[in-house]
């Protein structure tokens, strides 16, 4: 990773002891942030796999997480309506969002439905301001962005070899076609304005993905457009929380020694 830091690896049995761990980490990240900034800056992610973290955290944490001081934002999202259920939005109002007490102010999505991806994308490049005034630790755009990956190593809608990894001043992009189903239009926020934060954290699950966590760790330190969750960098640290799963095809040294 970035000057040579290692991402953090956590390996669970399940993804139910995952997300558990997860649930507690972003908690406690969004008290620190809160109580360091007066807010908590916090990127979601679409798929199924987080669905089931934040439906815990709508419940386990209620009435203690700090919802009012929390700001909202979308790694990525397929260009459909709101409420389509192929819309990251929509997943992420139903398990989360409609359940917590959160200023409807402070829920920053990104506009799928609008006619024109590009102006989406640039709507929400404005919103989220200049990169470069949020390129170290304490002016970090963000304080956790949250992330899962494809069988295929794409993360957000970063996918395979896309000429979009290559994009260095803008924040957010339309992406034409995606590399796997719905091949709609998508929006996402590119590798620098996932750089602009203070912790990435990666929830992964499942034994589809147990090849491309693999792909992905080899790739590391630099990286690889093949694989483009290894490209993913903060300003901060990267954790990553796998369940057994997933963490199958690691090198057993590496599995032995962070297995919990």
């Known amino acids: 990773m970035e000057h ?4 953090t690896l956590q390996i669970y049995r ?3 002891a995952a997300t558990s761990a997860v649930a507690r980490h972003v908690y406690a990240r969004a008290v620190v942030s809160v109580r360091a900034r007066g807010r908590f800056s916090w990127v979601l992610v679409g798929g199924h796999t987080p669905e089931k973290l934040y439906r815990l955290l709508s419940v386990r944490y209620l009435h203690r997480f700090p919802w009012d001081r929390t700001e909202v934002y ?31 102010r402070r829920i ?21 301001g200049p990169l470069a005034a949020h390129r170290d630790l304490d002016r970090a755009l963000f ?26 001043r803008r924040s957010v992009v339309a992406v034409r076609r995606s590399g796997q189903p719905p091949f709609v239009p998508r929006l996402t926020l590119t590798l620098p304005a996932l750089a602009s934060s203070r912790e990435v954290v ?26 483009p969750a ?29 297995a919990s």
């Open 202 to 227: 990666f929830l992964v699950s499942g034994p589809e993905k147990a090849a491309a966590v693999a792909a992905i760790f080899r790739a590391l330190p630099s990286g690889s457009p093949a694989w």
């Open 143 to 168: 304080d956790l962005v949250l992330l899962g990956i494809g069988p295929d190593g794409h993360t957000a809608s970063l996918f395979p070899n896309s000429p979009v990894l290559r994009e260095v």
């Open 108 to 128: 920053h999505r990104l506009r799928g439905e609008l006619r024109s991806p590009a102006r989406a994308a640039s709507d929400y490049a404005r919103r989220l």
């Open 230 to 258: 290894s490209l993913v960098r903060s300003v901060g640290r990267t954790v990553w929380f796998v369940d057994a799963a997933a963490a199958s095809e690691l090198p057993d040294a590496l599995r032995a020694r962070v």
């Open 4 to 7: 040579g830091v290692a991402p």
């Open 14 to 16: 399940d993804l139910g």
């Open 74 to 104: 979308f790694g990525d999202e397929r260009c459909v309506p709101a409420r389509d259920p192929e819309s990251n939005f929509a997943m992420a109002w139903e398990s989360l969002l409609a359940r917590v007490p959160i200023p409807a």
